[in-house]
């Protein structure tokens, strides 16, 4: 499925006054009934981390990450059960897991001799019944549950959203009897960075010759599409006869949905599931 530029826009500036939280993502639902909860998630999460990054350092000053520390300790003095963190974090618009890290780095910091390394530190956020402190764990867990985001549990989901989609994907290539090589081959064979699957035998698509693949399971705004180009799809084209012969082109599966304004054909020529270089 294709969205215009201005059907994106629309979504996009709807998510600037709504904050990351399920009840929103059902109001967006109803606002663009049209649309598949699966697009408009992706969306939601893609604009939300776009969010992040553009304010993350305001909250790791040091002076901030002490006055949040603060409040949540005078917040769970007060009543331990309530829902301190997630609520802070909401307050000052930031990730409820990403919140409950900087006060978990910073309680560890107070009671522990050295400072924590980031393995530990990610091992308790994936399961806060390591943490010493269990009012702590609590609220870590509550922050971690409710962020549809970020944390331990949307990048479980994540993880394995791709593997299925890439599962279907290989199951659509062996239904059409076609002849492939997927990464763990291609690996084996030497390559360090691969698409998810070479074609042994390239097929033509609507007028386009297509050597491989690359499944995203997500959103295909503008902003991912230069990402992914700069990243990792060129390095594929320029390593020439390794992978491909230069001039060759590229599909990249949408299985959700892909946005393109205007006079972008000439560039992404668009096909139901994919995009061709």
Same mark, same amino acid.
């Given at each position: 499925?294709?969205?215009?530029?201005?059907?994106?826009?629309?979504?996009?500036?709807?998510?600037?006054?709504?904050?990351?939280?399920?009840?929103?993502?059902?109001?967006?639902?109803?606002?663009?009934?049209?649309?598949?909860?699966?697009?408009?998630?992706?969306?939601?999460?893609?604009?939300?981390?776009?969010?992040?990054?553009?304010?993350?350092?305001?909250?790791?000053?040091?002076?901030?990450?002490?006055?949040?520390?603060?409040?949540?300790?005078?917040?769970?003095?007060?009543?331990?059960?309530?829902?301190? #963190? $997630? @609520?802070?974090?909401?307050?000052?618009?930031?990730?409820?897991? /990403?919140? *409950? =890290?900087?006060?978990?780095?910073?309680?560890?910091?107070?009671?522990?001799?050295?400072?924590?390394?980031?393995?530990?530190?990610?091992?308790?956020?994936?399961?806060?019944?390591?943490?010493?402190?269990?009012?702590?764990?609590?609220?870590?867990?509550?922050?971690?549950?409710?962020?549809?985001?970020?944390?331990?549990?949307?990048?479980?989901?994540?993880?394995?959203?791709?593997?299925?989609?890439?599962?279907?994907?290989?199951?659509? #290539? $062996? @239904?059409?009897?076609?002849?492939?090589?997927?990464?763990?081959? /291609?690996? *084996? =064979?030497?390559?360090?960075?691969?698409?998810?699957?070479?074609?042994?035998?390239?097929?033509?698509?609507?007028?386009?010759?297509?050597?491989?693949?690359?499944?995203?399971?997500?959103?295909?705004?503008?902003?991912?599409?230069?990402?992914?180009?700069?990243?990792?799809?060129?390095?594929?084209?320029?390593?020439?006869?390794?992978?491909?012969?230069?001039?060759?082109?590229?599909?990249?599966?949408?299985?959700?949905?892909?946005?393109?304004?205007?006079?972008?054909?000439?560039?992404?020529?668009?096909?139901?599931?994919?995009?061709?270089?």
């Amino acid at each position: 499925m294709i969205l215009t530029k201005a059907q994106y826009d629309e979504i996009a500036q709807c998510l600037v006054s709504v904050p990351p939280t399920r009840q929103s993502l059902r109001k967006l639902k109803q606002r663009f009934p049209s649309q598949s909860q699966a697009t408009l998630l992706s969306i939601f999460s893609q604009e939300y981390q776009k969010h992040i990054k553009r304010t993350h350092a305001k909250h790791h000053t040091s002076e901030a990450i002490e006055s949040y520390y603060q409040r949540y300790l005078n917040g769970v003095r007060k009543n331990g059960a309530a829902p301190v #963190l $997630l @609520e802070l974090a909401n307050e000052v618009d930031y990730a409820p897991s /990403l919140m *409950a =890290r900087i006060i978990l780095e910073r309680f560890l910091q107070k009671h522990e001799e050295a400072p924590p390394s980031k393995s530990v530190i990610n091992s308790m956020l994936r399961d806060p019944s390591q943490i010493p402190d269990g009012v702590l764990a609590n609220q870590v867990y509550q922050c971690i549950v409710n962020d549809c985001c970020y944390g331990p549990l949307v990048d479980c989901i994540k993880h394995a959203i791709g593997h299925e989609h890439e599962v279907l994907l290989r199951d659509l #290539l $062996l @239904e059409k009897n076609l002849s492939f090589l997927d990464e763990d081959q /291609l690996r *084996a =064979r030497g390559y360090d960075k691969t698409p998810d699957f070479i074609l042994q035998v390239p097929v033509a698509v609507e007028g386009h010759i297509i050597h491989w693949i690359e499944s995203k399971a997500s959103f295909g705004d503008e902003c991912s599409h230069h990402a992914y180009l700069h990243d990792q799809f060129w390095s594929y084209w320029n390593r020439g006869s390794q992978i491909i012969q230069e001039g060759n082109a590229l599909h990249r599966s949408h299985w959700f949905t892909t946005c393109l304004q205007r006079g972008q054909e000439k560039q992404f020529n668009v096909e139901h599931r994919g995009i061709y270089l």
